[in-house]
Each structure stands twice: as structure tokens, then as C-alpha cells.
């Protein structure tokens, strides 16, 4: 069983930059892809950055594009999404998902969240 933990989470103003984490704990860190996602209250959750251990492939979803990197440090079996200037459009709150597959909505694994606020 993997638990993520999410953190990072604020509030910054637009144009600022976040960094958020999530330590995976209780699994065998690098047989699982990782990726972020958010959700805004009223909307659907999106896809934000995926990276596969398997060739080391990453993929952003339009959206961010350009302002968000996704990155990951092994030995601490954490994975960063690093958020530059940051609209008032990327609030939300931000997921950390695992799967052993693809990186999707039915991904097997999920964190709690942690609240990002861009204030205009």
C-alpha cells in the first residue's frame, strides 16, 4: 500500500512561484509513475504533470505548460512540481497520484491535497 503526502501548499500572488512536494512512503518507490493534479471547486479534477520512471518520459498538460516542471529526488522518494509565474487561474487544490501504469483519473493511489490560492 503507498501512502503520498502532500505539502507546499499557500497562498502567493500572481506572477509568484510554489513549490509543491509529495513523499511516498510504503512501496516500492520506482515501480510506481508519478503525476499532479488539481481540482477547483466547481470544476473537474485536471491533469497537471506526469513523470514515468520507465525512460524517464514527462508530460504537462496545456495549461501549465512552459510554467510548471515536475521533478523527482529518489533517494528521498519525493516528487516536486515546481510552479512559476502563477496565475489566478492555477488555484486550486493540487493532488499527488501513483499508479504502477498510467498516470490518469483512475490512478491507484492519492493524496489528501494541499491548497494552492493565487491572488490577482
Known amino acids: 500500500q503507498v501512502q503520498l503526502a502532500e505539502s507546499g501548499g499557500g497562498l502567493v500572488q500572481a506572477g509568484g512561484s510554489l513549490r509543491l512536494s509529495c513523499a511516498a512512503s510504503?512501496?516500492?518507490?520506482?515501480?510506481?509513475?508519478m503525476g499532479w493534479f488539481r481540482q477547483a471547486p466547481g470544476k473537474e479534477r485536471e491533469f497537471v504533470a506526469a513523470i514515468y520512471w520507465s525512460g524517464g518520459s514527462i508530460y504537462y498538460g496545456d495549461s501549465v505548460k512552459g510554467r510548471f516542471t515536475i521533478s523527482s529526488d529518489n533517494g528521498k522518494n519525493t516528487v516536486y512540481l515546481q510552479m512559476n509565474s502563477l496565475k489566478p487561474e492555477d488555484t486550486a487544490t493540487y493532488y499527488c497520484?501513483?499508479?504502477?501504469?498510467?498516470?490518469?483519473?483512475?490512478?491507484?493511489?492519492w493524496g489528501q491535497g494541499t491548497q494552492v490560492t493565487v491572488s490577482s
Open positions: 510504503g512501496g516500492i518507490y520506482r515501480m510506481y509513475n
Open positions: 497520484a501513483a499508479d504502477r501504469n498510467g498516470i490518469g483519473l483512475q490512478s491507484d493511489y
